[in-house]
């Protein structure tokens, strides 16, 4: 059974960073994309960083890494601002297997 685990998240000042990481267990086949969605509180969940597709809002402050040997992603986060507090999704696409979502991870950015 596949599961992707988060972790990293935590209460930071604005303007400081983060790194979330994502585990994965169990076999995931050709995964096609790994990546990051955020949920803030009363919206709805949106893209962060997927592949090489970042939101607008997250441009040259956060970075996505990928270690393809151990089928894990990373989201390192830097100038933190209030406005990215949410819950952050690890999200995984495989070509073979379709979508798999993490249960998230708490990131609280304080003003």
């Known amino acids: 059974q596949v599961q992707l685990v988060e972790s990293g998240g935590g209460l930071v000042q604005a303007g400081g960073s983060l790194r979330l990481s994502c585990a994965t267990s169990g076999t995931i086949f050709r995964i096609r994309v790994m990546g990051w969605y955020r949920q803030a509180p009363g919206k709805q969940r949106e893209l962060v960083a997927v592949g090489t597709t970042y939101a607008d809002s997250v441009k040259g402050r956060f970075t996505i890494a990928r270690d393809n040997a151990r089928n894990t992603v990373y989201l390192q986060m830097n100038s933190l601002k209030p406005e990215d507090t949410a819950v952050y999704y690890c999200?995984?696409?495989?070509?073979?297997?379709?979508?798999?979502w993490g249960k998230g991870t708490l990131v609280t950015v304080s003003s």
């Open positions: 999200y995984v696409n495989s070509f073979d297997q379709g979508s798999f």
